[in-house]
């Protein structure tokens, strides 16, 4: 860009185009979730504070100030039920990575005095498998469902799910059935 061009001329070279699949929902309402495509699947990142997720399941969006103590959350049991499966289900896979790999290289060790369990975090990507499958949390008056999961993301509160219809719906109805945790109110100092 040279320097005595209009604002204008270099706003245009900033444009990108991009294809991105939207969620329509309720009356004309729209949510474009972040979302990333891998080895030909769509995911999407769900987040239990993000506003416009929160405007999706409840119909209002998050709202945390003091005076709304009724706001729409999604710190609820079913999200952090989500949170678990993932997390187990990819520290069955990693720990079955590590084992194989210690079996071949390694002779039995000795047994330690108190196993701890494993837990996959964010230095096992790099021999994690890029996603795996978990069966979603149970939903009232709908049938169990799986869906597919990447790894990224692990250890956050914050996960990555397969973007279809179906798992959307099954997500929405479950966390509109769950009950939000209490707010905990902020500890004060006492001089």
Known sequence: MEPG?????????EVR?????????????VWVPQQVEEQGVTYMLLNKWDRHFVMFVHGKPLD??????SG???????FDELLQKRQAAFNANVQDLLESDEGD????AKKAKKEKAFKATRKHQAIAPHHTVIELPDVQDMPA???RVL???IGSTV?????????LVHIRKGLQQSESKPRKKKATKSD
């Open 64 to 69: 945390l100030s003091k005076k709304n103590k």
């Open 17 to 29: 185009v991009e294809t991105q699949k939207i969620v329509k929902y309720g009356d004309k309402k």
């Open 105 to 108: 290289s390694q002779p039995p």
């Open 145 to 147: 469902l799986t869906c």
């Open 5 to 13: 061009q209009p604002a204008e001329m270099q706003q245009e070279s």
């Open 72 to 78: 729409a959350s999604l710190d609820c049991p079913f």
């Open 159 to 167: 996960i990555w799910v397969e973007m279809v219809p179906e798992i």
């Open 151 to 153: 790894f990224e993301g």
